[in-house]
């Protein structure tokens, strides 16, 4: 696997805990921005709607740069962000840089994964993906805490300034260790991109990851009060149970991502399947701690660690540039805004477990949306991945 790839997933890291560092230090900067802790919640809300809505956006803008170039800028859009977080005098200021930072990080993504593909053999880059996505499994199992602990000793600024240095490291390893790759198999151009676009069979593929995200996110949203009401947990071991989590996300990311390239469809029917019993049984289940524990890491070794097969299964639908790879990311951050603003309403509803039956709920949809290709006539070797024009992909057998 070529060392870049590695590069890359720093760069994930760091955007990925920029992304959730406002959900481990809600009262702090309530505190320090004079703000309800629901307003700092909306800063969450903002940066996912800027991912999905604003990120492709500026990567269309960025294509007919050569792709480290691209990523360059990105980062420094990505630390003006950030750097003005920090800085925040006021509530409205941080809003603005959440915006700015939520678009870059979707545009990083789309890109990165873009040019990790490029930077791979064929017949491995499911596996470059998943590489390049453990930065954002680390996120989870390390980003998050790191910054809460800054955040809780130092003040949250401290927080944000700890993501800045993070982000300018990974930018200097982006410029020594990521080598120029020239527009000849991704095309700079949008037209290029936009054609993709217009088979029905793409949207459909992006819809599955949609529901496979969200059918995870409305377990991992609402994990903390689930554990701590439902199953009771003390509080002090709940950061515990996160980070078995995170680790088991680790797991079937590398799992998924040597899989994903020649059983694409298999892994994605297999993984709602046995998401679906978790979910299910978390449901049930819940108040039993052993159980419920079982559960939580189910949902964590086979939920988002689906990504490095959808990334496999859009890039045939489409094509492996960084517009498509981009508008999926905002599919996928689409399944987390589905799954929070469903969730809540539940809860209030019908108690706590109603974002598990939720989420089974999504991954029945999940399944059903591969039903097309799943009747499909199987052929017997994966279909191109190239960006020059939309590829079939191949049911895969075996």
Do not use: C
Request: proline residues 6%.
């Amino acid at each position: 696997m070529p060392r870049a790839v590695y590069v890359l997933a720093l760069g994930i890291f760091a955007m990925v805990t920029s992304e959730f560092v406002v959900a481990g230090l809600m009262p702090q900067m309530a505190e320090g921005l004079d703000a309800t802790i629901p307003e700092i919640g909306y800063l969450i809300t903002a940066f996912a709607f800027a991912m999905a809505f604003g990120g492709p956006f500026l990567t269309a803008a960025l294509l007919r740069l050569e792709p480290k170039r691209a990523l360059m800028v990105i980062f420094a859009v990505f630390l003006t962000g950030n750097v003005l977080a920090a800085l925040a005098p006021d509530y409205w200021t941080m809003l603005v840089a959440r915006v700015v930072t939520g678009i870059a990080s979707q545009a990083f993504f789309g890109v990165a994964i873009s040019l990790a593909t490029r930077l791979a053999r064929p017949e491995v880059r499911g596996r470059a993906v998943a590489v390049a996505l453990n930065g954002l499994m680390l996120g989870t199992l390390l980003g998050l805490p790191f910054a809460t602990v800054v955040g809780e000793h130092l003040g949250w600024r401290a927080a944000f300034w700890a993501i800045t240095v993070l982000t300018a490291a990974a930018a200097l390893a982006t410029f020594a260790g990521v080598p120029r790759v020239e527009q000849a198999e991704a095309g700079g151009a949008l037209r290029a991109e936009l054609g993709a676009f217009r088979s029905p069979r793409l949207w459909l593929v992006l819809i599955t990851s949609t529901f496979v995200i969200g059918a995870t996110f409305s377990a991992f949203s609402y994990l903390n009060p689930i554990l701590t009401e439902v199953t009771g947990f003390a509080t002090g071991t709940v950061p515990l149970l996160l980070v078995a989590y995170g680790a088991a996300t680790l797991i079937g990311n590398t799992v998924v991502g040597r899989l994903a390239d020649r059983y694409t469809l298999p892994v994605l029917v297999t993984g709602l399947l046995l998401n679906l019993g978790f979910l299910t049984g978390f449901a049930l289940l819940a108040d039993l701690p052993v159980a419920a524990v079982a559960m939580m890491l189910g949902i964590g070794l086979v939920g988002v660690t689906m990504n490095p097969a959808m990334v496999t299964r859009v890039q045939r639908a489409g094509t492996t540039g960084p517009l498509v790879n981009s508008v999926h990311s905002s599919f996928i951050t689409g399944g987390i805004v589905v799954a929070t603003s469903v969730g809540g309403p539940a809860i209030d509803a019908f108690g706590l477990r109603a974002p598990l039956w939720i989420g089974a709920g999504l991954a029945v949809l999940g399944l059903l949306s591969l039903v097309p290709d799943l009747r499909r006539r199987p052929a017997t070797a994966p279909a191109p991945t190239g960006a020059t024009a939309p590829a079939r992909e191949a049911v895969e057998v075996g």
